[in-house]
């Protein structure tokens, strides 16, 4: 049994992998003609590009993900899809990306991520973050750092509403573990601290009509490996929508906080 389990894995890790080298290679020579052309007519016909070769990978892993490998998705709240939302989410496993696809993008826009910069040397994943031009941050805490993110926030929020697509950022910044919740001394059970920097920046900048978009994943487990998602482990998966206007939220911080505690009543069950 632990061996089919591992094959099963195995087999959703090549058609993932599979899906995104076919989309890398078509993205990079479009990001290439749209960086050698820089014409308005160009670019246009090339996001178009883009937005359909997104798309159409997140259908092949959504299907993979519901269809094949059986994982039941029990969505509470509505999803009210606007061109060029904010979207914050709690960030436990790898497979939270694909969710957050599946229900953005199969529904509205498509994402672009804050990614930490070390990804870009990721085979397949960095040069897709490179392809879409991803916004990528150092993560680091000396002052330096801090200061060339917060510029490279932003320029991205600046440039997000041009467009349609979404924005998604974890204000965790990394994956739950027990271990982090420990060494940050985090007051919630299934949650680390949020961190309100980049979304008090990403507020600053964006239209005043821009919708935030909150989803709340819970796995309905506490250790959450992706090579068990891989093969439907576990079954079913709570998702959790809540939407709110960004310029109606006064104090980012408070409201940070505020909505990490709602979120881990829910995650514990206490909802």
């Not at 195995?10 to 078509?26: D, F, K």
């Not at 003609?33 to 883009?50: A, E, H």
């Not at 092949?60 to 519901?66: E, Q, T, Y």
């Not at 606007?82 to 990306?97: E, G, L, R």
Request: charged share 25%; with cysteine; glycine share 6%.
């Amino acid at each position: 049994m632990p061996l089919l389990k591992n094959i099963i894995s195995l087999t959703s890790t090549l058609w993932v992998v599979l899906n995104l080298l076919c989309g890398v290679a078509i993205l990079i020579p479009v990001s290439i003609l749209n960086w050698l052309i820089p014409l308005p007519l160009v670019s246009r016909g090339c996001f178009f590009l883009v937005d359909a070769i997104y798309r159409t990978a997140v259908k092949v892993d959504s299907f993979w993900m519901l269809k094949v490998i059986g994982i039941e998705l029990s969505i509470k709240g509505e999803l009210n899809t606007d061109a060029t939302p904010v979207v914050i989410c709690n960030h436990q496993s790898w497979f939270d990306i694909p969710l957050v696809q599946e229900i953005i993008t199969g529904r509205g826009p498509i994402i672009k991520f804050l990614v930490k910069r070390e990804l870009v040397w990721v085979p397949i994943i960095g040069w897709i973050c490179l392809a879409l031009n991803f916004p990528r941050l150092r993560r680091k805490k000396n002052n330096d750092s801090s200061l060339n993110d917060f510029s490279i926030i932003e320029k991205a929020t600046k440039n997000h509403g041009i467009a349609s697509g979404a924005l998604l950022v974890f204000p965790e910044g990394t994956r739950f573990t027990e271990l982090k919740k420990a060494t940050q001394q985090a007051p919630y059970q299934r949650l680390l601290k949020p961190k309100a920097g980049g979304l008090k920046m990403i507020k600053q900048h964006v239209e005043g009509n821009t919708k935030l978009i909150d989803i709340t994943i819970d796995y309905h487990k506490k250790d959450v490996r992706i090579w068990d998602c891989l093969r439907g482990d576990p079954k079913k998966i709570t998702i959790t929508i809540e939407h709110y206007n960004l310029a109606e939220i006064d104090d980012i911080e408070t409201w940070l906080n505020k909505r990490w505690l709602e979120k881990d009543h829910i995650l514990t069950g206490e909802y």
